[in-house]
């Protein structure tokens, strides 16, 4: 019986230090505001291929832009200028759902 309730304070004990780890590794995201990065809503087709070869860089890489490119048939342009235009309606290129 000893044994049992020993058991019950070590995991106790391990949940308290576990969260007393994890509070500030899930606060540790920088000071920046989300609106930093925020879409261009309401922008130019220029301002949606700068934004959108920021965010692909900033979180995929150097080279995600012309990864993309060369797997969706489409480039960053022709996205941009179908987002500035209002263009689009939350499918992906070439899934036309019926």
């Not at 019986?1 to 106790?12: D, E």
């Not at 990065?37 to 070869?53: F, L, N, S, V």
């Amino acid at each position: 019986m000893t044994n049992f309730k020993f058991g019950r304070w070590l995991l106790v004990a391990l949940a308290i230090v576990g969260l007393a780890f994890a509070a500030p590794v899930v606060s540790a995201h920088g000071n920046e505001t989300t609106g930093d990065d925020a879409p261009p809503y309401d922008g130019t087709a220029d301002d949606w291929a700068g934004w959108m070869e920021a965010q692909m860089t900033e979180h995929m890489g150097p080279s995600a832009v012309e990864w993309m490119e060369s797997h969706m048939d489409v480039t960053v342009d022709e996205m941009a200028q179908d987002m500035a235009d209002d263009d689009y309606d939350g499918e992906m290129y070439g899934q036309n759902h019926c």
